[in-house]
């Protein structure tokens, strides 16, 4: 397993360090400074063997985390604990930075303490290790039920609720977060195109509800026997999607899902994210872009964008950019556009087009014309154009059904939780060649 | 309050001050203090100097001073263990505290003190620990354990620890079974001692199943690893248990996932090939493996490593999947590369949006990423020969660009295509032609070269492209030199008339000029070739050449099978074993392989690699040499016989294997014996088998009816008549009364009687002799059969044979001197000595247990073995011990008895064996130990001789 556990500055310097195995000596810190963050050549994979030693890392910011081990570990869970550390500490002390882990080592070494123990990862959920490690100790006094009640929450089957929890009103936020990827053609064709969604949950419930979480997936709806309901046609125009693949939070019940195929949980309290999952078919486009580049001679170049928005007319796009990179010897360019602000970005090589909303079936265009230095170099690949949006949709179609909470002990039904729903889609990467 | 303010210390007179400020009486200060000393050690700089100072803080009831003073005590303790003891007491009394965190926290620091002092003290508390009413404590404890047994193995098992650990896989909290499951395998991988084996049977397999439900993501992983090693039982128990992990695929952390496929793809070994189970598993693994690529590049990474392993072993689960490999413009460069992966699987079907994937790559800006996208289009033309033309005409674009590199790339590409697909595509050659001034890089250098070469015919000025690189020719590098050498013989092969001068001109180059054996070499052979016999030349330098296959990067399928059963795990990341980047870590043998495929698993119509799966998938690493052997092993014998023959006669040699007439040293091996030979037989006195000349029917009373101990195999022919004018001789070898024996029948075909027999054996690898002469009633008329036993002696010259039992004989009667050759069953060789002592009474050691250990695990070779009388262990220990298999120990675990046996070889080597024998099955499992690996294979077949024999 693990063997240690090593934090780095982007100098090289140690700011934690913390051997679990008695294989990994003092100079294993040294080794990973002087052969990954001092390479002469950036180093290209995210896993380095030094004289027979592994080293795992990953770098958040500019700080480098690394495990160490002589063993042959389980690599998957090596990465998923480094990126949990991550979200441990920065739940505890915010954004991942030097000043912020010098000022919190000893809160470190006490979590390193806690969630790995002779290099096996132990329970890391955050509100969980904040029962009992806070930055200003344990309280010393605590009464004995307290304290079987925290030992019994570690180790628990519901490790990541603690029990007792009270709130006057039960309310819940329910986000559908998607992120589209597309990769089209010049000509208009799509090469591939994928969602990738996220279902966050906010949840301030009351003791230990059990709830169940229901989807337009495909799946399940046919299983149950619904055929497609015409009224229930979706902002999409379809009334059940595919689902390629998911995957949940730990809360969830997976052998339930696997076999009924339902999602029925005890959520955590506060934010997490309960689910993702992917899809590939019928993913509705909000936007189109229509290039057109026309090559003036060596030293001009005419650049036509056209984007087309593609939903209901009644909705809006918000936050859209369009960046159309330039060649590198690109001596200047005058846009014309009809909406929104565009400016040639001599630093990043690209003309960035900004509008601030725009509605659905509507066009707009931007021109430009690119006045280029003469060079010999080899002709210039064009990188694609990419684009950023958010809209208020689920690109995928995804529509939630319901979210039922039931909680048996206390005296409020699933009628008195307030439930707040939202979709919002992103632009992953959405780029045309 | 920040605790940076630590890391900037004064520096004079730093740890002086800071004595000061532990021993103040202010609690506040103490802490202060404590923390600075933290920083001071993580930073590097030694403090243990403070440590007697740091150890009196340790007695408090602040938790948060308590835990740095544990930790400063784990970093330091080794340095000072005199010191360290007098923590013992509190770590004790912390044991005893109500707060169950504080009685964990206790155990888990005492178990990183690696002081054996502490030790010593830590196993009560730890006892105790492991039955605490308190989970949290438990689980802490159950890793306790691990880190005990790392420190002291021997300990752990005299204390019992490990029974205690395993009633901990049936405990209440999942959680504590988790650690347990972690502990135990961790034990088991680390320590070859049986006792310490984690013993998996359906029970633990059913509570690991339904813990895997409830506890932690990390736990759930701790049990899946654990999970693979299992060997379920038949296909309905592997069936069940992949049923059962498959809702882990939907689990969000992709350790799960992956240790989860991890089972899943041994899982599917074990259910056998076309089932539909299988199918339907294969469909419901791709999703899973596409959405790991969707998390962090790291874990991408890791993914896509395995994907690779994968894709390998059963290509069909990702077939349709070939889009989400297709390279995202901001991918980390690492993940870029990985994405390579995937593109062996390209068929025909899918080809067209590889290829614009691939072209559109190769345009990027990172040089390695461009030139493997260039690569892989070769690769894809290689595979796919419908997509053949398709992939020049890309490659063709590509040159187009003229960006150097690419154009490179491209023509070492296009050769591989050319030989691959040869007269199809040579008309593209001008355009090559065109680039060639640009070619910097020797690869590419050489490879048009070798184009031009080839098709010299075809390109008018072949020999000004050839002359042009001349010129250089001495700055070139040897790859090219070589390269240019050839072509440019080619061309003079093809057009004698125009070239003449220049291949001279490149002769002496090659052989004058040059201080390079190789080129030198190659040239004078040219020269002598084209100078002696043109034609012959032209058949050597213009001869068809084989085709080229596309598999190239492909892994071996023996490391292939050991790489699947280490998913997830950094073998897989590096696609190399664990023994290959694990220091001098015993590794379990079968956890490394993949089952045989039962009867039913033939391959499939899938069309995966299903070719069933070496039983010794383990690479051999120190694998000793039994003998020391040589190469001359034949020319040896070859001299002997010749200096034994009375009237040689070439044909009889046919017998032999066809042999390098090389080395005819070694003539004096049967010099001597020889002359006595030819003196007449001369029976040796004391032997104790001079019965050995009694007629037919006696002899064969002696050698096959009474008192026969162990296994004799029945009589073989060894050498027909018709090869040795009228003599058969067939025989076998046998044991009685201690004495080996060959036991040989002669039978006289001819027409003649025969008479002045005798034998003699060539050097083997068991330095088996004749003790005495041989004794063959004479004459022997014809049609007449004499039944003869032969004394063997073990001290002849002894020399490594391959196959390794073979034993070359000679046999000289009055007609003429004969060969043959049979092989020596590996059990007459083995001693009646050869009982391990299993614990030696006056020093108390476990004899046997120790030399299983010594030997390194990657010695062990496991194989599944007959038992078709379907005998018990008793029976079966009785039968091994008659042939000389000793049985050392018999334990039963879980309904299977296992006995512990060991044997040796004449000539010294130690075979240990363990035999797992299941009751009512026709099969066992036998393990064999033993530093000389070569004589594994006939120990196995010796056994189930044996066995199946008696």
């Not at chain 2, 899946?224 to 296909?235: G, R």
């Not at chain 2, 000349?693 to 008549?721: C, E, F, H, N, R």
Request: hydrophobic share 40%.
């Amino acid at each position: 397993m693990i063997g240690g556990l090593f934090i780095y500055n982007h100098k090289g310097e140690v700011l934690i360090s913390r051997v679990y195995r008695d294989d990994i000596g003092r100079n294993a810190v040294d080794a990973f400074r002087v052969n990954v963050i001092h390479a002469r050549q950036q180093v290209r994979s995210p896993v380095t063997n030094i004289a027979r030693t592994s080293f795992f890392h990953i770098k958040r910011s500019n700080i480098w985390l690394a495990c160490v081990t002589k063993q042959n570990v389980n690599a998957g869970l090596v990465f998923e604990f480094l990126n949990k550390m991550v979200e441990v500490m920065q739940s505890y002390f915010g954004k991942i930075s030097e000043d912020n882990i010098k000022n919190n080592f000893v809160l470190i070494y006490e979590l390193l303490d806690e969630i790995l123990d002779f290099g096996y990862p132990q329970n890391a959920d955050t509100s969980i290790l904040k029962t009992f490690i806070t930055q200003t100790g344990i309280k010393a006094q605590v009464t004995k039920e307290e304290q079987s009640q925290i030992t019994s929450q570690v180790t628990g089957q519901i490790s990541w609720r603690r029990e007792g929890i009270k709130y006057r009103r039960n309310e819940l936020f329910l986000d559908v977060l998607e992120n589209v990827n597309l990769l089209m053609s010049p000509q208009g064709q799509v090469l591939s195109a994928h969602v990738a969604g996220r279902i966050v949950m906010k949840s301030y419930l009351s003791g230990m509800p059990e709830c169940k979480f229901g989807i337009n997936d495909k799946l399940v709806l046919d299983k149950s026997g619904r055929s497609d309901d015409p009224s229930k046609v979706s902002a999409t125009g379809k009334s059940s999607i595919a689902i390629d693949d998911c995957t949940f939070h730990q809360c969830v019940r997976l052998s339930k899902f696997e076999t009924e195929h339902s999602i029925s949980f005890i959520p955590p309290d506060g934010e997490y994210e309960l689910m993702r999952y992917r899809t590939t078919k019928d993913i509705s486009l909000p936007f189109r872009v229509i290039p057109l580049v026309r090559e003036v001679g060596r030293t001009k170049m005419e650049v036509k964008v056209v984007i087309k928005s593609n939903f209901k007319p009644s909705l809006l796009a918000q936050k859209i950019e369009v960046r159309i990179p330039t060649p590198l010897n690109t001596s200047g360019v005058q846009v014309i556009c009809m909406k929104g602000k565009a400016k040639y970005k001599a630093s990043e090589n690209a003309i960035v087009w900004k509008l601030k909303r725009m509605g659905g079936m509507k066009e707009s265009q931007i021109s430009a014309e690119i006045e280029l230095l003469p060079s010999d170099k080899k002709k210039w690949s064009r990188p694609p154009i990419s684009m950023n949006f958010e809209v208020p949709f689920a690109p995928s179609g995804l529509k939630v059904r319901y979210l039922k909470v039931f909680e048996p002990k206390l005296n409020y039904s699933d009628h008195d939780v307030i439930k707040w729903v939202r979709y919002i889609g992103r632009s992953g990467l959405y780029e045309t060649r | 309050m920040t605790d940076s303010k630590y890391f900037t210390t004064t520096k004079k007179g730093e740890i002086f001050e800071l004595k000061g400020e532990l021993n103040s009486d202010k609690k506040e200060k103490k802490k202060e203090a404590v923390k600075k000393v933290i920083a001071s050690m993580t930073v590097g700089k030694d403090v243990s100097a403070l440590f007697p100072d740091v150890v009196n803080c340790m007695q408090t009831d602040n938790l948060e001073l308590k835990k740095l003073v544990y930790l400063y005590l784990m970093n330091y303790a080794k340095s000072q263990p005199d010191m360290a003891i007098m923590a013992v007491n509190t770590f004790v009394k912390d044991c005893e505290d109500t707060n169950p965190l504080i009685r964990a926290l206790a155990v888990r620091t005492m178990g990183c003190i690696r002081v054996d002092k502490i030790t010593e003290y830590l196993c009560e508390p730890l006892r105790k620990c492991l039955k605490d009413e308190d989970p949290y404590v438990r689980k802490t404890a159950a890793v306790c354990v691990a880190k005990l047994h790392d420190i002291n193995a021997q300990l752990v098992e005299d204390q019992g620890f490990l029974d205690q650990l395993r009633e901990l896989l049936s405990d209440s909290n999942p959680m504590v079974v988790a650690n347990a499951v972690a502990a135990l395998s961790e034990i088991s991988d680390t320590s070859p001692s049986p006792a310490a084996q984690m013993e998996m049977n359906q029970q633990t397999i059913n509570k690991l199943l339904a813990a895997l439900n409830e506890c932690t993501e990390w736990g759930q992983i701790f049990i899946l690893d654990a999970l693979s090693n299992y060997v379920p039982k038949d296909d309905r128990e592997a069936q069940s248990i992949c049923e059962r992990v498959t809702p882990r695929l939907a689990h969000s952390n992709a350790g799960v996932v992956l240790s989860a496929v991890k089972v899943l793809m041994k899982g599917m070994e074990y259910v056998g090939m076309e089932t539909e189970f299988v199918t339907t598993l294969q469909k419901k693994l791709a999703p899973p493996l596409v959405t790991l690529l969707s998390s962090e590049p790291e874990v991408q990474y890791v993914a896509l490593r395995n994907i690779n392993l994968i894709v390998q072993k059963r290509p069909d689960i990702l077939k349709h999947e070939m889009k989400v490999f297709f390279v995202k413009y901001n991918d980390p460069i690492y993940v870029k590369l990985e994405n390579w992966t995937s593109y062996p699987s390209a068929t025909q079907e899918n080809i067209a949006q590889v290829l614009a994937e691939l072209k559109e790559y190769a345009t990027e800006v990172d040089v390695d990423f461009v030139r493997k996208s260039v690569r892989a289009i070769g690769r894809c033309a290689i595979k796919v020969e419908q997509a053949a033309e398709r992939c020049v005409s890309t490659l063709l674009d590509l040159i187009q660009t003229k960006v150097n590199y690419v154009v490179q790339e491209a023509i070492v590409v296009i050769k591989d295509i050319f030989r691959k697909y040869p007269n199809k595509y040579e008309s593209i050659i001008s355009t090559l032609c065109e680039n060639l001034e640009s070619l910097d890089e020797p690869d590419a250098r050489a490879s048009m070269i070798w184009i031009v070469g080839e098709y010299a015919e075809r390109i008018d000025n072949a020999d000004e492209l050839l002359e042009s690189f001349l010129e250089g020719f001495h700055d070139e590098s040897t790859q090219v030199q070589l390269q240019l050498l050839t072509a440019i013989v080619k061309l003079f092969l093809k057009k004698p008339t125009e070239t003449q001068e220049l291949v001279q001109q490149v002769l002496s180059l090659a052989t004058q000029d040059s201080d390079n054996p190789d080129l030198r070499d190659r040239g004078y052979i040219y020269w002598r070739l084209l100078s002696t016999d043109p034609a012959a030349a032209k058949e050597v330098v213009l001869a068809e050449k084989p085709l080229i296959s596309s598999e190239t990067d492909r892994l071996e399928p023996t490391l292939l099978d050991e790489l699947i059963c280490y998913i997830a795990s950094l073998a897989s990341v590096y696609h190399k074993p664990p023994s290959a980047f694990v220091e001098g870590q015993a590794l379990v043998v079968r956890r490394t392989q993949l089952p045989v495929r039962s009867a039913s698993g033939e391959p499939g119509a899938t069309g995966a690699t299903e070719s069933p799966v070496p039983q010794q998938a383990q690479p051999v690493q120190q694998q000793q040499s039994v003998i020391p052997s040589h190469d001359t092993a034949m020319g040896d014998l070859l001299g002997d016989l010749l200096s034994m023959d009375l009237n040689p006669q070439p044909q009889q040699q046919m017998s032999m294997t066809p042999a390098p007439q090389q080395d005819m040293g070694g003539m004096d091996l049967l010099g001597g014996g020889l002359d006595s030979l030819l003196g007449g037989p001369s029976p040796v006195a004391g032997m104790p088998a001079s019965q050995a000349s009694m007629g037919g029917g006696l002899g064969d009373i002696l050698g096959l009816g009474i008192s026969s101990t162990t296994y004799v195999p029945p009589k073989q022919v060894w050498l027909p008549a018709p090869k040795a004018k009228g003599l058969e001789v067939s025989g076998t070898f046998s044991i009685r009364q201690n004495v080996r024996y060959m036991d040989l029948t002669l039978k006289n075909n001819a027409m003649a009687p025969m008479g002045d027999f005798a034998i003699q054996f060539n050097k083997n690898s068991f330095g088996l002799s004749p003790a005495s002469a041989l004794q063959v009633p004479s004459p022997l008329s014809p049609g007449q059969t004499a039944d003869v036993t032969l004394p063997l002696g073990t001290n002849g010259p002894v020399q490594k044979m391959d196959p390794l039992m073979n034993l070359q004989v000679a046999m000289k009667n009055n007609i003429d001197v004969f060969y043959f050759s049979c092989l020596i069953p590996i059990h007459l060789l083995f001693t009646e000595d050869g009982q391990m002592e299993y614990a030696n009474q006056t020093s108390d050691r476990k004899v046997f247990l120790a030399t299983w250990k010594d030997i390194p695990d990657s010695n062990e070779v496991q194989k599944e073995i007959a038992n078709p009388n379907q005998l018990d262990p008793k029976g079966i220990s009785d039968k091994l011990q008659q042939s000389f298999i000793f049985t050392i120990a018999q334990r039963n675990v879980d309904g299977r008895d296992m006995l512990y046996q060991s044997l040796k070889l004449t000539n010294g080597i130690w075979v240990l064996a363990e035999l797992k024998i299941q009751p009512r099955s026709p099969t066992m499992t036998l393990s064999l130990k033993t530093r000389a690996l070569d004589v594994i294979p006939q120990v196995q077949q010796a056994y189930e001789l044996i066995i199946a024999n008696m």
